[in-house]
C-alpha cells in the first residue's frame, strides 16, 4: 500500500531518485533543493552540492529560502566566489547534474526564462538567466522539474535562454557543448526523456491518461512505445521530504 | 590618499556618487548594502546606469524611486518570491521612467567584472552558445582560440564609477575582511573607479593583520569607509544578523502596486534620516533576526 | 570515489605517479612539498615533465637523481642563494641527461594553471610584448580582443597528470585548508588529472566545517591524502615550521659538486625509508625551526 | 661631515629615495627590498609594499631571506593568490613602481636574466623571467638597481627578458605597453636616467670620475649636462640601513 502525496511531492521524489550517491550536482533553489537535499538524506550521503552562491557541500540545516541562505555557509565544507564556482567547478567540467527550470520548455528542450512574446515589446518580462544559461551548456546532464500546460510546453519557446537540443538531432555536438543536455523532465503530469534531441515521454504519473498529458503539450508528442507508470514516492521518502519542507514553503 | 576614509554614508553618497554614474552595489544575497541604496534614493541621484547579477529588491526600489536609466544585470526577480514589480513597470509600462536593459547570465557578469578588475579588454567563458541571448545583446561577442581554433565566448569588462560593498569589519583606512558568501564582489570593488566600503564595525588595522588572509579589500583600492551597522537589512550579514525573509516574501505586495511601493519609500527611506533611525523605527525585528553565535577556530600564523 | 583517501606517501606516489607523467609540485616558497618529491626519486621514476614557477631545490635535487625529461617554470635559482646547479648541469651539459626547458614568466605560468583549471583553451594576458621569451616558446602567442580590437599575449592551458599539494591541515576525504601565501597551488589542483594532498594534520571534517572560507581544495578534486608532519622541509608551513634559511645557502655548495649532490641523496633520501626518518635523522634542527604561536583571532559564521 | 658609507649602501639609499609617500610598490628581493623598507621606516610610512608571493601591506619583523619569506604573511594587511597579485594589482594597473635587477642592462633598458649567450646553447643559464617580464611591462615606472661592469652593461643585451625601451625613442608607445618603463637606474658608480629611450648618465657618486664610469659601459655613453653629483647617504638613512639589515646579509 503506499501513502497519499501531492503531485509537488511525486516531482520532488522522482527528481531525487534521479540522482546518483557520489554526483556532484549543480542546486537550483526551490523544489530542485528539495530534491537534492532528499537525496542526501536518503540514498546518496555522498551527493555534493554546490549552490551558485558559492557554498560546496553544504548541509543547511532549515530550507533555505534564497540560494545565498546563512545556513548553506555555516557548517559547509568551503565557500569560494562566484568566479570560482562558474569557472572552476562549472566550466572545468566538474558538475554531473545541473537543475533547471522554466516559464517554458519546448520539443527540443529548450528553456526560456527571459521573456513571454516579443524581447524588446515582451507581454511579461521574466528573471532572466541566472546561471541558467551555462548550467544548460556545461553540466554533464540537465534535469528539468516543471509544472506542465499547453502554454509552458509550446513547439518552441519565445525565447532560447537555456538551450536544450536546440533543433534537435545532434545540434549540441555541432556546436561543441561540452555538457550532455537535458535527460529528464519531471512534470506534475509525467517524465519525459530525450530521444534524437525530442522530449519523449516515458512514464505517466498514477492516475494520470495519456489524452490528459497531449492535451498539455503543444506539439504532436512522442511516445516511447514501452510507456511506464511513474513509481510513486514510498512512505520513508515522503517522511523525510515533508520534514524538510515543514513550512511547506515550496511543497504548498 | 588620505590614510582616515571613515565618513557618513550621508557624506560618502554625496561625494562620490553622481548622476549618470554607473553604480555597483554588490553582494550575492548576502550582504547587499539597502543603507547605500537608501541614501542614494535620498539624494534624488539619477539617470544611474546600475550593474547587479541579481537587482534584487534594493534595485527595485530604486530604478521605483526613478534612479535608474539603464540596468545590466543577470536575473531579476524576488528571491524565492516571484517578480520585482517595480523593475517590471519600468520596462513593461516606462514607469516611472523607462529603463533599458543590458542583459547577461550569472557567468557572463562574473566575467566582465573579471575583465574589468584583472584590466583586460574582454574575458573568454564557455557560454551562450545555443542561446538567443547574443542576439539581443551585441556586446556578447565570440574569440577564437589561438591554440585550438575553437571559437569561445567573449564579454567586455565592467568599469563602474562607483562600487559599494557592504563587509563584515574594516579599518579606517578601508582594509576591509569578509567571510561567509564572497559573491563578485573583490572583482567589482577592484574593477571600480571609486569605492565605497560599509562595514558592520570599524575595528583597529591590528585586528585585520591578525588574519590577512581573511582580507577581501586592500584600502589602497578604498575611497570611502561607512560605519553602518544594520547597514543591509533585508538582507543579511554572517555573523551578525539573519536574512529577513517576511520583508522578501511580504514586498511581493507591496512592490505589485505602485502607490504602495511609494508610500514604502516615502516611509522607510525618505521618512527617515539615515540607517540608525531605519533600525530605530524596525523596533524589535532588529533583535528577532540577530545572529546567534557559531564560533570558528583560529588558525596560527606563528614561524 | 571512496570517502576515505588517507595512504601513506610510498603508496600515493606508487599509485599516482608515473614515469612520464607531467607533475606540479606547487607552493610559491611556503609549503613546498620536499616530502613528496624525495619519495618520487627514491621510487625511481623517470622522463618526467616537471612543472613549477620557481623549481627551487626540490626540483634541483629531482633532475639530478635524472627523473626529469622536460621543466616547465619561470624562474630557477635558489632564492637568495645563487643558481640551481644540478639544473644548470642538465641543461649546459646534459648530466645526468638532457633536460628540455619550456620558459614563461610567472604570470605566463599563473596564466597556464588558471586556464587549466577554468577548463579554457587559452588565456590572455598583458605581457611578452617587446620580450625575446615568445621568439624561443612558441606557444606564447596572441589573441586579438574582439571589442578593442588590441592584441594581447596567450598561453595556453597547463593541464597536469599529477598536482601535489601540501596544506596545514585536511581531512580523510581531501578537503584541505590553507593560510599564508596561497601561491597557484588552487589552480594547480583543479587543472591536474589527479590529485594528492599532503597535509601536516588530519583533522576531522567538523574542523574544516567550522570555517569553509579557509578551504583551499574540496574533497571533490582529491585522489589521495598523506598525513606527512614537517613534509616541507627545508619549505615552511605557517604556524607550524619556519623555513631552512642555513639550508638553502648551504645548498650552493652542495649542488655545485655532482659527487656532493649525490652523496646528499644517497644520504638523505636514499638513505632513509620516509620523511619520519628523515626528520628524526635531521635532530635538534627540526625543534628549532618550530614556529612561535602567533594566533588570529576567530569570527562568527552565525546566522 | 657626512658618514662613512659602502658603495651598496649608497645605492639603496639613492633608490629608496627615490619612492613616495603613499605610492604602491612591487618589491623584488634582496636590495630592493632593503630599499622599500628603509622609505617606509624613514620618509615614506604610507608606502604600500606588495611582494609578487601575494603578501601586500607587509611588515617585516626580519629581513625577509627569500621573497616568500613567512615574516612577510604575519601582521600584513592580505595576503592574495598569485593570480590576484598579478591580474588585480600588476595588470590591473594598480603598481606604480617596480624594482628590478638584472645581469645584463643595455643602452635602452633593456634586462636581461635569462642567458649569456645563444638561447640554445648558453654561456651561463640564467635564472629567467620570474615576474620581470610583465613588471617591466606593467609598473607605471621601474627602478633597476644593479653593479655595472663593462660586461653587464652591453650595447644590446644577449636576450630581452625584461623590454625596457626596446630600440629607444617611442617603441614602447608604438607597441602599446602601459607602463612607462624604466625611470631610474642606480649602480655603484652612478645614476642613470633616459631621454628618447636611452640611458643617459644623471649623476656620478660621490669620488667616482666619468671617465671610470665611461670603462663600465659598453657603447658611447650619453651625458646629462647638468651632470650632479650623487646625494651620499646621511647617518639616520644608514642607521636604519644598518638596523634592517643587521646580519649584512645583502650590504656584504
Given at each position: 500500500m503506499t501513502a497519499a502525496y501531492t503531485p509537488t511531492e511525486l516531482m520532488v521524489c522522482r527528481a531525487a531518485r534521479e540522482?546518483?550517491?557520489?554526483?556532484?550536482?549543480?542546486?537550483?533553489?526551490?523544489?530542485?533543493?528539495?530534491?537534492?537535499?532528499?537525496?542526501?538524506?536518503?540514498?546518496?550521503?555522498?551527493?555534493?552540492?554546490?549552490?551558485?552562491?558559492?557554498?560546496?557541500?553544504?548541509?543547511?540545516e532549515r530550507v533555505p529560502v534564497s540560494i545565498g541562505d546563512p545556513a548553506l555557509v555555516t557548517g559547509s565544507l568551503a565557500v569560494c566566489s562566484m568566479q570560482e564556482v562558474f569557472s572552476h567547478y562549472l566550466q572545468g567540467g566538474r558538475i554531473d547534474v545541473g537543475f533547471l527550470q522554466g516559464a517554458q520548455i519546448d520539443r527540443h528542450g529548450n528553456?526560456?526564462?527571459?521573456?513571454?512574446?516579443?524581447?524588446?515589446?515582451?507581454?511579461v518580462r521574466l528573471p532572466g538567466s541566472g546561471g541558467a544559461c551555462e548550467i544548460a551548456i556545461l553540466a554533464k546532464r540537465v534535469v528539468v522539474v516543471a509544472r506542465q500546460t499547453r502554454r509552458s510546453f509550446p513547439e518552441r519557446v519565445d525565447f532560447v535562454t537555456s538551450p536544450g537540443f536546440l533543433d534537435g538531432g545532434d545540434?549540441?555536438?555541432?556546436?561543441?557543448?561540452?555538457?550532455?543536455?537535458?535527460?529528464?523532465?519531471?512534470?506534475?503530469?509525467?517524465?519525459?526523456?530525450?530521444?534524437?534531441?525530442?522530449m519523449t515521454l516515458v512514464s505517466l504519473h498514477p492516475g494520470v491518461t495519456l489524452e490528459r498529458v497531449q492535451a498539455e503539450v503543444g506539439w504532436e508528442l512522442r511516445v516511447t512505445p514501452e510507456l511506464a507508470t511513474t513509481e510513486p514516492p514510498d512512505e520513508d521518502e515522503l517522511r523525510v521530504l515533508r520534514e524538510l519542507d515543514r513550512d511547506r514553503l515550496y511543497l504548498g | 590618499m588620505s590614510a582616515d576614509k571613515l565618513v557618513s554614508m550621508r557624506e560618502a553618497v554625496a561625494r562620490l556618487v553622481r548622476d549618470g554614474d554607473t553604480v555597483v552595489?554588490?553582494?550575492?544575497?548576502?550582504?547587499?548594502?539597502?543603507?547605500?541604496?537608501?541614501?542614494?534614493?535620498?539624494?534624488?541621484?539619477?539617470?544611474?546606469?546600475?550593474?547587479?547579477?541579481?537587482?534584487?529588491?534594493?534595485?527595485?526600489?530604486?530604478?521605483?524611486?526613478?534612479?535608474a536609466r539603464r540596468l545590466v544585470f543577470s536575473w531579476a526577480g524576488n528571491p524565492g518570491a516571484g517578480p520585482l514589480y517595480g523593475l517590471r513597470r519600468a520596462v513593461e509600462q516606462q514607469v516611472p521612467r523607462p529603463l533599458e536593459l543590458d542583459e547577461y547570465s550569472h557567468f557572463g557578469m562574473v566575467a566582465r567584472f573579471a575583465a574589468g578588475a584583472a584590466?583586460?579588454?574582454?574575458?573568454?567563458?564557455?557560454?551562450f552558445t545555443g542561446s538567443d541571448l547574443p542576439r539581443v545583446n551585441g556586446d556578447i561577442r565570440t574569440v577564437r582560440c589561438p591554440f585550438t581554433g575553437e571559437e569561445l565566448a567573449a564579454v567586455p569588462p565592467l568599469r563602474p564609477d562607483v562600487a559599494i560593498v557592504h563587509v563584515q569589519r574594516a579599518d579606517?583606512?578601508?582594509?576591509?575582511?569578509?567571510?561567509?558568501?564572497?559573491?563578485?564582489?573583490?572583482?567589482?570593488?577592484?574593477?571600480?573607479?571609486?569605492?565605497?566600503?560599509?562595514?558592520?564595525?570599524?575595528?583597529e588595522e591590528s585586528v585585520l593583520r591578525a588574519d590577512p588572509n581573511r582580507t577581501l579589500l586592500p584600502g589602497l583600492v578604498v575611497d570611502a569607509v561607512v560605519h553602518e551597522p544594520f547597514g543591509c537589512h533585508p538582507s543579511y550579514a554572517q555573523g551578525y544578523y539573519d536574512r529577513d525573509n517576511a520583508f522578501y516574501v511580504g514586498w511581493r505586495e507591496i512592490s505589485e502596486d505602485r502607490g504602495r511601493l511609494e508610500a514604502y519609500l516615502d516611509e522607510w527611506v525618505h521618512g527617515?534620516?539615515?540607517?540608525?533611525?531605519?533600525?530605530?523605527?524596525?523596533?524589535?525585528?532588529?533583535?528577532?533576526?540577530?545572529?546567534?553565535?557559531?564560533?570558528?577556530?583560529?588558525?596560527?600564523?606563528?614561524?
Open positions: 540522482l546518483a550517491d557520489g554526483e556532484v550536482v549543480f542546486v537550483g533553489i526551490g523544489l530542485p533543493n528539495l530534491a537534492c537535499n532528499l537525496a542526501l538524506r536518503r540514498h546518496a550521503p555522498e551527493l555534493l552540492l554546490i549552490y551558485e552562491s558559492g557554498a560546496v557541500g553544504a548541509v543547511p528553456l526560456n526564462t527571459t521573456v513571454i512574446g516579443p524581447y524588446e515589446r515582451p507581454a545540434a549540441r555536438q555541432r556546436l561543441g557543448m561540452p555538457g550532455g543536455g537535458p535527460s529528464l523532465v519531471v512534470t506534475d503530469l509525467g517524465c519525459y526523456g530525450f530521444v534524437d534531441g525530442e | 552595489i554588490e553582494g550575492f544575497t548576502h550582504l547587499i548594502c539597502f543603507a547605500a541604496g537608501h541614501e542614494i534614493i535620498r539624494q534624488g541621484r539619477s539617470d544611474l546606469t546600475l550593474c547587479r547579477l541579481t537587482p534584487d529588491l534594493i534595485y527595485d526600489q530604486m530604478i521605483a524611486a526613478g534612479c584590466g583586460l579588454p574582454f574575458w573568454p567563458l564557455r557560454s579606517r583606512r578601508g582594509d576591509a575582511q569578509v567571510w561567509g558568501l564572497l559573491g563578485v564582489q573583490k572583482e567589482a570593488a577592484f574593477a571600480a573607479a571609486r569605492v565605497i566600503v560599509v562595514a558592520e564595525e570599524i575595528v527617515v534620516p539615515d540607517r540608525a533611525a531605519y533600525a530605530a523605527k524596525l523596533g524589535d525585528r532588529v533583535g528577532e533576526l540577530r545572529a546567534r553565535p557559531r564560533v570558528a577556530g583560529a588558525v596560527d600564523y606563528g614561524y
